[in-house]
């Protein structure tokens, strides 16, 4: 029986090798793990496609350019310089979206990263000014704490951060940088934390109390 599966042309037993190890239990199990995740991407997919915003039903502000960054790479004619660009936008009533662009001239540069920033804009949840409760945002080596203040406060935070809290609508704050001070790491952190916030409904119903008592 060896001597008639060895016979057998390349592609056909390796066929059936591959059906013979898709039956054991463990490529089962892996098999049962990838239908979950699939699962778990298409009802994210779908949650996100109900939350698109449309930039151009928006009021939105003249963007804001975080950083620009000169690459050069060399080559046997000589340097060949490219620009990158951070850019934040908003309409300064909790929508903020954020985009980096890439060009070989610092305005192409910008005008796509303000295109990218208008496909990623999110709704974030503000009251009086400011957020609802303390929060921490992490992005990559960076970590930000935001924290609620009281009017005529003001923003109290370093440019990246500023740059967000201004374009979002977000009038007094107090914020902490904790770790790297790269400013796509910062903006990302920033945008990281008021997207984890749970509005004052959530937080009043999670404490059993009402919407005027949680903020004091």
Not at 50 to 74: F, G, M, S, W, Y
Not at 102 to 115: D, F, H, P, T
Not at 163 to 185: D, F, P, W, Y
């Amino acid at each position: 029986m060896a001597k008639q599966w060895l016979k057998k042309p390349k592609k056909q037993k390796l066929l059936e090798l591959c059906l013979i190890v898709m039956d054991t239990p463990i490529m089962a199990v892996l098999k049962h793990s990838q239908m979950r995740l699939v699962k778990a991407v298409w009802n994210f997919k779908r949650e996100f496609d109900l939350a698109i915003i449309n930039p151009a039903e928006l009021d939105l502000q003249e963007e804001t350019v975080v950083k620009v960054n000169r690459t050069a790479k060399v080559t046997s004619r000589g340097k060949r310089f490219r620009f990158s660009a951070l850019v934040v936008v908003g309409d300064g009533k909790g929508h903020i979206g954020v985009g980096h662009g890439k060009a070989n001239e610092v305005i192409s540069a910008i005008q796509k990263g303000k295109e990218a920033a208008k496909q990623n804009i999110i709704k974030v949840s503000l009251v009086n000014g400011t957020i609802p409760h303390k929060i921490i945002g992490k992005h990559g080596a960076s970590r930000i704490m935001l924290k609620p203040a009281s009017p005529g406060t003001g923003i109290i935070a370093s440019s990246p951060v500023r740059a967000v809290m201004e374009q979002v609508g977000i009038h007094n704050i107090l914020t902490k940088r904790i770790g790297s001070k790269n400013a796509m790491n910062l903006v990302h952190a920033t945008v990281d934390a008021l997207v984890s916030m749970k509005d004052a409904v959530a937080i009043a119903n999670k404490r059993g109390i009402t919407i005027g008592e949680v903020f004091g």
